[in-house]
């Protein structure tokens, strides 16, 4: 497991020889109210989340208050909305920063952000921020992925939507910028997202194709494709919580309530454990049945030279005995010392064995 990649984040290590980093992405389901926002952070405390995450921009930073068309939202959870409005609704207050980096500090969870420009990112390195988070629709965006690199801290790149080049340009801007320490996240940008447009086995690839940390940012309604992510060697599972998922606020709707997050946490797990390693011996808790297994025993006392034919014999539990596999080579052979039925054969009491 050594030969695998790792980073480190907030002086945990994260890599497939770890169990499962989980993010617990609070976005915009705060919906507008700081005591949520601190009460997100303390869902993804007690519940177990490796991190807390949230999200730094301002509509400004973001979009244009612009009318013209592409600039209105027209089809799915957002439709009808101008993206400036949405961003408007769905961001963080900047003030807000301090304490909830300081009430994450309280509760002892790492907390760290997506920043979407290079201000954003001027703010998070005030404030301490252990790592970044570049969001899928920034992942075309090199010159803010090399600014976050040039930061020196470890950076985590989402890839929905992203080609094959466009992942591979990524990587490249932030090694170019000064990254050291880069994990990837399959992603599918919908929102909630199919589980059957998450092609899995492209995380296989991707390990092999690009050699990060990889892991699975997951906008499914539930856990199934996170724990199936981590069977195919998903270091980091990020996924939204929210307080209530009929709150009404923009991400509520796909994300996780606080016992679903509790249970995401225990079962990718579970699943990382049950991984384990290549193993065909004995397992601990197989050591006490072993004896249970089928062996040969005798069913008929013998006396000494006696031969032994198939009635003498019969494979049956307990497995003190001979192995089963025995039973040819033993037929037809005379028994060295007289045996008793209901003992176990032994290969030594067996002449020409």
Known sequence: MTDHPEIIIDGRAIGPAHPPYVIAEVSANHNGRLDAALALIDVAAERGASAVKIQTYRADTITLNSSRPEFQITEGLWAGQSLYDLYEQAHTPW????ALFAHARARGITMFSSPFDATAIDLLEDLGAPAYKIASFEAVDLPLIRYAASTGKPMIISTGMADE???AEAIQAARDGGCRQLALLHCVSGYPAPAGDYNLRTLSDMIARYGCVTGLSDHTLDNTTAIAAVALGAAIVEKHITLDRNGGGPDDSFSLEPDDLAKLV????????????VDYGHKSSERGNA?????????????????????DV??????FGA???????????????AVQAETPVQLDQIEGL
Not at 95 to 98: A, E, K, M, S, V
Not at 266 to 277: D, F, I, N
Not at 314 to 319: F, N
């Open 95 to 98: 003030d807000w920063h301090p």
């Open 165 to 167: 080049t466009e992942i």
């Open 266 to 277: 225990e079962t990718t797990r579970t699943a990382w454990e049950a991984m384990g390693r």
């Open 291 to 311: 004896v249970f297994r089928r062996s040969l025993y005798f069913v008929r006392d013998l006396a000494a030279g006696g031969v032994i034919t198939p009635d």
């Open 314 to 319: 019969r494979s049956v539990r307990p497995g």
């Open 323 to 337: 192995a089963p596999k025995y039973l040819d080579a033993i037929l037809g052979r005379r028994v060295r010392v």
